[in-house]
């Protein structure tokens, strides 16, 4: 079992910039590919970020790349997102999961979830 604890997430300006951190307990978090989703009420559930278990890979969807940068400590079991250039329509609950294995874009193939964290962004 993995545990999953994001924090951080609170109201912020547009064009503001914002750090949520996804603490990790349990199984060898160096072994986990972990990634960043978000959901708003009434839509799915949004790839954001992944990054490889050694740190070394990272990966987005054209929506938020250029501004936000995925990171992890291993050493502090510890995931990090980093938003720049905040808009509206991140406006989300944002979770941090992880898998063991390589990472994917794609929910349905992450094990561990965390309960999320509200990130609002005003205009």
């Known amino acids: 079992q993995v545990q999953l604890v994001e924090s951080g997430g609170r109201l912020v300006q547009a064009g503001g910039s914002l750090r949520v951190s996804c603490a990790a307990s349990g199984r060898t978090f160096r072994n986990y590919s972990l990634g960043w989703f978000r959901q708003s009420p009434g839509k799915e559930r949004e790839f954001v970020a992944a990054i490889s278990w050694s740190g070394g890979r990272t990966y987005y969807p054209d929506s938020v790349k250029g501004r936000f940068t995925i990171s992890r400590d291993n050493a502090k079991n510890t995931v990090y997102l980093q938003m720049n250039s905040l808009k509206p329509e991140d406006t989300a609950v944002y979770y941090c999961?992880?898998?063991?294995?390589?990472?994917?874009?794609?929910?349905?193939?992450?094990?561990?979830w965390g309960q999320g964290t509200q990130v609002t962004v005003s205009s």
């Open positions: 999961a992880a898998r063991p294995g390589d990472t994917s874009a794609d929910p349905d193939e992450y094990d561990y």
